[in-house]
């Protein structure tokens, strides 16, 4: 069956960096968009970034953007979200989430990872 499973979070300061994995199976993974979300308490879950199937295009959540980085590796089923420069405001649960079309959110999701940025 679909799986899709995160790794990576945890504690980390303020500035400080974090890199996230999603590893997938049970679908084809080198033909889904991917994405990140998000969600912090009492908050709605938000796109972080999203990446085409091939990798070639992404795209980012303006609080993000300059400072997280998606990436894939497709022969190992695997997303990448490397975070750098880490705010207290980054504090969520992230969600993996795979689907057919880019730009859109998918089918698939992942159990979710959480990332605390405290002192």
């Known amino acids: 069956q679909v799986q899709l499973v995160e790794s990576g979070g945890g504690l980390v300061q303020p500035g400080g960096s974090l890199r996230l994995s999603c590893a997938a199976s049970g679908f084809i993974f080198s033909i889904y968009a991917m994405n990140w979300y998000r969600q912090a308490p009492g908050k709605e879950r938000e796109l972080v970034a999203s990446i085409t199937a091939g990798g070639a295009i992404t795209n980012y959540a303006d609080s993000v953007k300059g400072r997280f980085t998606i990436s894939r590796d497709n022969p190992k089923n695997t997303v990448y979200l490397q975070m750098n420069s880490l705010h207290s405001e980054d504090t969520a649960v992230y969600y993996c989430?795979?689907?057919?079309?880019?730009?859109?959110?998918?089918?698939?999701w992942g159990q979710g990872t959480q990332v605390t940025v405290s002192s």
């Open positions: 989430n795979a689907g057919r079309s880019y730009g859109r959110m998918g089918d698939y």
